[in-house]
């Protein structure tokens, strides 16, 4: 006779709830011994991190990702805990088994970098970052306020503190620059090649912040002042990067510290190739936090109103109209709700001149 088929009882039924109830943490490892890192280098699944803590020439430790980490991104800017190797010795790799929550996240336009797997599935590009340091020249290229209203979006959209930095103050003075922006309380430095840069250092200790510029600026002979030796630290991520720096990716550099001041100088992240943020995840009204001088002038405007030249009921030219916002901002922030709807080039990334609107000067 065939053995009955056995019978679930209650028992069966209790034991499984049980089992899976228990918290999933428990059952992974705790990783108690891992070290707090800073990642500042991503190139190909392999992190560049270093401790915060350590002294500035400690070397870089290389890190994988723990296949417990899932599909999470890691970028530069991200506070990882790393296990495993974490000596930074030739050939020693470490894994990264957490990440700690982001304060901020930037994203880049779709089509900037795809060097990447995270790239391609996500377009955060830099994690954590407290401040947004927007290079322009304020001439040869002249300024480009399309582009600097472009990052100020995608800085107040991501909470990060913009800091206008004016290079080229040789060639140009910033007032219509700052005109422009004058209702804005935009900070701004002016950068000169003979200028000494405390202002600027002043602003950036303590803090992790972001350049970016067009191309000519003059971004890469301010970063090279600033991180005398940018250059050899590059050259040792290099090294560890498969022998290839990815220019296209963000890397952090640590400030050096100053005189004898006791303060932390800060981070800069260099974005070599990232010219432009996308914001085709900004909605029409968070948009609009990149231009506070036209908020008020939307205030009697019908809810879900696209602010678009088309809606007629939209109350933003009569207040231009009035006299009460510049009607070059106007222009820009149609500019940018345009591009965003895929109507123009979003990239505003070519470095030329003859793009319509975007210069003042
Ligand atoms: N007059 C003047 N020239 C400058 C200044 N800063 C940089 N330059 C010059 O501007 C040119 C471009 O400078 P870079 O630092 O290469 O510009 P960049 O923004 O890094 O440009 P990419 O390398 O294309 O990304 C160089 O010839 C610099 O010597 C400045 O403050 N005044």
Redesign the pocket.
């Known amino acids: 006779m065939p053995p009955r088929k056995r019978e679930y009882d209650e028992d069966d039924v209790r034991v499984r709830p049980g089992r899976s109830s228990r918290p999933r943490t428990r059952t992974r490892p705790k990783h108690d011994d891992a070290v707090d890192a800073l990642v500042i280098t991503v190139d190909r699944g392999r992190y560049g991190c270093v401790r915060e803590d350590a002294p500035p020439d400690s070397p870089i430790i290389t890190a994988m990702r723990a296949r417990e980490l899932g599909r999470k991104s890691v970028v530069v800017g991200d506070r990882v805990a790393l296990v495993g190797d974490v000596s930074g010795d030739a050939g020693a790799l470490a894994r990264i088994v957490r990440i700690a929550e982001r304060t901020s996240v930037l994203r880049r336009t779709a089509d900037d970098d795809d060097t990447t797997p995270e790239g391609r599935l996500e377009r955060v590009v830099v994690a954590n970052a407290d401040q947004l340091v927007i290079?322009s020249?304020l001439a040869?290229p002249q300024p480009r306020t399309g582009f600097i209203d472009r990052c100020l979006v995608a800085a107040y959209d991501a909470d990060i503190e913009p800091l206008l930095c004016l290079?080229?103050?040789?060639?140009a003075g910033p007032e219509a620059v700052v005109d422009y922006y004058a209702e804005l309380d935009l900070p701004y430095v002016l950068?000169?090649?003979d200028?000494d840069l405390t202002e600027l250092r002043k602003r950036l200790a303590g803090a992790i912040s972001v350049m970016v510029?067009?191309?000519?600026?003059?971004?890469?002979?301010?970063?090279?002042r600033l991180v005398p030796d940018a250059l050899r630290a590059v050259g040792v991520v290099s090294a560890v990067g498969k022998g290839r720096h990815t220019s296209t990716s963000a890397v952090a550099l640590r400030l050096p510290v100053v005189g004898k001041s006791r303060k932390d100088p800060g981070w800069i992240i260099d974005t070599?190739g990232i010219r432009s943020f996308g914001l085709a995840h900004v909605s029409a009204e968070s948009l609009l936090h990149g231009f506070p001088d036209l908020v008020e002038g939307t205030l009697d405007d019908p809810p879900n109103c696209g602010h678009t030249a088309a809606d007629v009921d939209c109350h933003l030219d009569a207040w231009v109209a009035a006299g009460k916002a510049d009607p070059r901002r106007l222009e820009s922030y149609r500019r940018l709700l345009a591009s965003r709807a895929g109507e123009t080039d979003p990239r505003e990334n070519s470095?030329g001149d003859d793009e319509p609107g975007a210069i003042i000067g």
């Open positions: 290079v020249a040869d290079t080229k103050a040789d060639l950068v000169r090649p200028s510029g067009h191309s000519g600026v003059g971004k890469s002979t301010l970063v090279n070599p470095g």
